[in-house]
Protein backbone atom coordinates (compact mmCIF):
# COMPACT_ATOMS: atom_id res chain seq x y z
CA UNK A 1 0.00 0.00 0.00
CA UNK A 2 1.16 3.22 -1.02
CA UNK A 3 -0.01 6.88 0.71
CA UNK A 4 -0.33 10.09 -0.94
CA UNK A 5 -0.52 13.46 0.92
CA UNK A 6 -0.35 16.38 -1.45
CA UNK A 7 0.15 20.39 -0.35
CA UNK A 8 0.64 23.54 -1.71
CA UNK A 9 -2.93 24.23 -4.11
CA UNK A 10 -4.62 27.76 -3.37
CA UNK A 11 -5.55 31.04 -5.31
CA UNK A 12 -3.40 32.31 -7.99
CA UNK A 13 -3.77 35.28 -10.22
CA UNK A 14 -3.65 34.56 -13.97
CA UNK A 15 0.87 34.43 -14.72
CA UNK A 16 1.08 33.62 -11.35
CA UNK A 17 3.00 30.66 -9.89
CA UNK A 18 2.55 27.77 -7.32
CA UNK A 19 4.30 24.64 -6.18
CA UNK A 20 2.31 20.99 -5.23
CA UNK A 21 4.07 18.43 -3.37
CA UNK A 22 3.01 15.09 -3.09
CA UNK A 23 4.94 12.85 -0.52
CA UNK A 24 4.55 9.24 -0.47
CA UNK A 25 4.65 6.64 1.90
CA UNK A 26 4.36 3.39 3.00
CA UNK A 27 5.80 1.05 0.15
CA UNK A 28 7.86 3.66 -1.34
CA UNK A 29 9.99 1.29 -3.13
CA UNK A 30 7.39 -0.42 -5.17
CA UNK A 31 6.75 3.19 -7.09
CA UNK A 32 7.49 2.89 -10.33
CA UNK A 33 5.61 6.56 -12.27
CA UNK A 34 4.16 9.69 -9.87
CA UNK A 35 2.41 11.92 -11.77
CA UNK A 36 -0.24 14.73 -11.26
CA UNK A 37 -3.59 14.87 -12.98
CA UNK A 38 -6.33 17.60 -12.65
CA UNK A 39 -10.23 17.83 -12.94
CA UNK A 40 -12.19 20.47 -13.43
CA UNK A 41 -15.65 20.71 -12.90
CA UNK A 42 -17.90 19.41 -15.83
CA UNK A 43 -14.59 17.37 -17.07
CA UNK A 44 -12.83 14.29 -17.04
CA UNK A 45 -9.70 13.62 -15.10
CA UNK A 46 -6.85 14.58 -17.26
CA UNK A 47 -2.81 13.27 -16.82
CA UNK A 48 -0.85 16.87 -16.43
CA UNK A 49 2.63 15.46 -16.01
CA UNK A 50 4.50 12.21 -15.11
CA UNK A 51 7.65 11.33 -14.28
CA UNK A 52 9.01 7.81 -13.82
CA UNK A 53 12.25 6.34 -11.31
CA UNK A 54 14.51 6.91 -14.34
CA UNK A 55 13.08 10.59 -14.16
CA UNK A 56 12.07 10.27 -17.69
CA UNK A 57 9.09 13.03 -17.74
CA UNK A 58 5.80 13.67 -20.52
CA UNK A 59 3.50 16.19 -20.07
CA UNK A 60 0.37 17.64 -21.41
CA UNK A 61 0.72 19.84 -24.40
CA UNK A 62 -1.32 22.22 -22.51
CA UNK A 63 1.38 22.91 -20.11
CA UNK A 64 4.26 22.25 -22.02
CA UNK A 65 6.97 25.32 -21.31
CA UNK A 66 5.45 26.27 -17.72
CA UNK A 67 4.68 23.28 -15.59
CA UNK A 68 7.75 21.60 -14.45
CA UNK A 69 7.51 17.97 -12.72
CA UNK A 70 10.34 16.46 -10.48
CA UNK A 71 10.85 13.61 -8.29
CA UNK A 72 12.95 13.33 -5.29
CA UNK A 73 13.10 10.43 -3.53
CA UNK A 74 9.04 9.74 -2.06
CA UNK A 75 7.92 13.38 -3.06
CA UNK A 76 7.02 14.46 -6.42
CA UNK A 77 6.57 18.42 -6.84
CA UNK A 78 5.00 19.95 -9.87
CA UNK A 79 5.81 23.83 -10.29
CA UNK A 80 2.93 25.67 -12.21
CA UNK A 81 4.30 29.19 -13.57
CA UNK A 82 2.57 31.30 -16.08
CA UNK A 83 -0.72 29.71 -14.93
CA UNK A 84 -3.87 30.41 -17.13
CA UNK A 85 -7.29 30.40 -15.61
CA UNK A 86 -8.11 27.13 -17.46
CA UNK A 87 -5.60 25.68 -15.14
CA UNK A 88 -8.34 26.17 -12.74
CA UNK A 89 -8.95 22.60 -11.89
CA UNK A 90 -8.39 20.04 -8.13
CA UNK A 91 -5.01 18.79 -8.80
CA UNK A 92 -4.71 14.86 -7.71
CA UNK A 93 -1.30 12.72 -6.83
CA UNK A 94 -1.10 10.21 -8.56
CA UNK A 95 1.56 6.68 -7.85
CA UNK A 96 1.67 3.40 -10.01
CA UNK A 97 3.45 0.34 -9.57
CA UNK A 98 3.86 -3.20 -10.45
CA UNK A 99 4.35 -5.16 -13.52
CA UNK A 100 2.74 -2.85 -16.60
CA UNK A 101 1.92 0.25 -13.95
CA UNK A 102 -0.72 -3.07 -12.97
CA UNK A 103 -1.99 -0.51 -9.30
CA UNK A 104 -2.11 2.82 -8.64
CA UNK A 105 -2.95 4.93 -6.14
CA UNK A 106 -4.62 8.49 -5.43
CA UNK A 107 -3.82 11.53 -3.19
CA UNK A 108 -6.88 13.53 -1.85
CA UNK A 109 -6.56 16.31 -4.53
CA UNK A 110 -5.61 19.77 -3.79
CA UNK A 111 -7.89 22.54 -5.53
CA UNK A 112 -5.98 25.59 -7.99
CA UNK A 113 -7.90 27.97 -8.71
CA UNK A 114 -6.43 31.20 -11.24
CA UNK A 115 -8.82 34.01 -11.14
CA UNK A 116 -8.05 38.04 -11.13
Known amino acids: QVQLVESGGGLVQPGGSLRLSCAAS????????MGWYRQAPGKQRELVAA?????STNYADSVKGRFTIARDKNTVNLQMNSLKPEDTAVYYC????????????WGQGTQVTVSS
Open 26 to 33: GNIFSINT
Open 94 to 105: NAAGGIGNSWSH
Open 51 to 55: ITSSR
